[in-house]
C-alpha cells in the first residue's frame, strides 16, 4: 500500500566550466563560466492499473495460506503426539499381559519338569512346556521392543528425539 503514496525528488547542481584553446586560457578567470539548477520532481501514479489492489489481495492470499499450513501442520503433530501415547499403552499392556504369560509358562515348565523326573509325565508334554515357554519367552521380547519403538515414536512426536538418543 506504500506505493500508492506520491514521490518526492529534489535535485540540484552547481557546476564551473573553461573554454579555451590552451591550458593557459583555462586558467584566466574570465574564462569560467559557472551555472547551477535546482529541480524538484514529484510522482503520482493516478491509475496502476489496479496493480496495487492485486499484489494486496495475493499477500493477503499467501497469509491465509500460511496460517491454514500452520494450523494444519499444528493438528497433524497433535495427532501425531496423541496417536504415539495411545500406541505406547496399548503395546505396554500387552507388555504386562505376556509378562504373565511367560511367568505362566514358567511355573507350568517347572512342574512339568518336575513331574517328569518323578516319572509321572512323558517327554513329550516336557518337550511341548519347552516350547511353550519359548514361545512365551519370544512374544514377550517383542512386545519389549514394540514398546521401546512405542517409546522413541512419543519422543519423536513430541520432539525430543535428538535429546533423548544423545543423553544416552
Known amino acids: ?16 566550466n573553461a573554454w579555451g584553446d590552451t591550458p593557459a586560457e583555462w586558467l584566466r578567470t ?30 493477503q492470499l499467501e497469509t491465509e495460506l500460511a496460517e491454514q499450513e500452520l494450523q494444519t501442520t499444528r493438528q497433524s503433530l497433535a495427532l501425531q503426539h496423541y496417536s504415539a ?12 499381559s505376556l509378562d504373565e504369560n511367560l511367568a505362566m509358562a514358567r511355573r507350568i515348565y517347572e512342574i512339568t519338569e518336575k513331574q517328569y523326573a518323578e516319572g509321572i509325565t512323558p517327554i ?3 518337550l511341548s512346556a519347552e516350547a511353550s515357554l519359548r514361545e512365551a519367552q519370544t512374544n ?25 538418543l544423545t543423553e544416552n
Open 1 to 16: 500500500q506504500a506505493g500508492r503514496l506520491p514521490s518526492i525528488y529534489l535535485q540540484g547542481a552547481l557546476r564551473l
Open 30 to 59: 574570465d574564462y569560467w563560466f559557472g551555472n547551477s539548477y535546482l529541480g524538484l520532481r514529484v510522482e503520482y501514479t493516478l491509475f496502476d492499473g489496479n496493480e496495487q489492489r492485486a499484489k494486496i489481495q495475493q499477500a
Open 85 to 96: 501415547r495411545q500406541q505406547l499403552q496399548v503395546n505396554f499392556n500387552e507388555l504386562q
Open 124 to 126: 513329550m508334554e516336557l
Open 140 to 164: 514377550f521380547l517383542t512386545a519389549w521392543l514394540e514398546v521401546r519403538q512405542a517409546e522413541v515414536e512419543l519422543w519423536h512426536a513430541r520432539g525430543e528425539l535428538i535429546s533423548r
